[in-house]
């Protein structure tokens, strides 16, 4: 109880103003306008007693911390300006749009340059030039916080990147400089281009499946107009709609080996951002029979005519770079 005491008196000798005009008197106002605050039922009174008890915070907190010094490594930094560009920070973007932490962050280094080195110019609330020294010392730690300012809005892109064009963790970043992989937990490789195959596929399927062999030869001649079609339907379920604009569909058909039956290769390319010139595809394989069956399934008709059936592999192949960009050709058309 007396150690509790002892520090409760302790923090009160610090925290007691010693005069009117202090930083205590500013934190103590704080904690009053946030008091308040929270007793009003008026939005429009609590929104400003709480943008009043952060402005108050702030140039407390940056009143009492301008004197501090830490020696880094030989250099002589001063905290104080970042823990007030910190709640600077936060009092000018807590209530700008949805989520305001990546501009608060990527702002926060300028702001804190701009709190350390604009009073250098006014230590008597008159304009001063400072000596040489300083001004080359102000120089560098805006430089410094430039750096760290385009760093963190580069690390907000390409999450956003990310977010908007998932595909894009599929690629390989061990040879990158800027991004580098912090997550065990990495997702399905190519989830989004496999996705697309398997509805593609499965389109392929039901139109041609049990069809006329003729009606099946024929698609498969003007593959390269059903495909489009085909592709728009993929891509209206694509997860990440940013995407459809980097992906492109080919259907491909080798020389036959049967007489009666045809390879469809169903390849998705990917045309977005990539470590490698050309981009990567991956490819489904679809096979197109023909089988003999003696009821023609097209309404009206009569007698045996050859029928479809196709059958897709259950899975895809592995990515496939392009490099340089490559154009198979295909044993009809």
Known sequence: ????????????????????????????????????????????????????GWLFLTIGVGWASWGIKLNFFGWMFRPGPWFTGALACTLLFWREGADPFPLAVTLWPVVSAAIAIVPRFFPRLTFTLPDPITRQDMLVLLLVSLVMSCWFRFHFLVQDWLTAYPSLLADDFSNSGFVVSISDELPAEDEQGTLLLGTVATSVEQQLDGRPWRDAERWLFERDQRIVDLQQQALNRLQAAGEGQF??????????????????????????????????????????????????????????????????????????????????????G
């Open 1 to 52: 109880m007396k150690e509790l005491r002892a520090a409760f008196e302790a923090l009160w000798k610090q925290l007691k103003p010693p005069q009117a005009y202090s930083w205590q008197t500013l934190i103590w106002l704080s904690v009053f306008a946030w008091l308040l605050s929270i007793l009003t039922v008026t939005e429009v009174v609590e929104e400003i007693l709480s943008w009043l």
């Open 247 to 332: 992906w492109n569909f080919q259907a491909l058909v080798p020389p036959q080996t049967r007489p009666d039956e045809y390879t469809l290769l169903l390849r998705a390319r990917w045309l977005g951002p990539s470590s490698r010139l050309g981009g990567y595809y991956l490819e489904k394989t679809c096979w197109v029979r023909q089988v003999n069956n003696p009821v023609l399934l097209q309404p009206g008709g009569s007698g045996s005519e050859p029928v479809t059936e196709v059958q897709c592999a259950p899975g895809v192949s592995e990515k496939k770079w392009l490099v340089p960009e490559t154009t198979a050709t295909g044993g009809l």
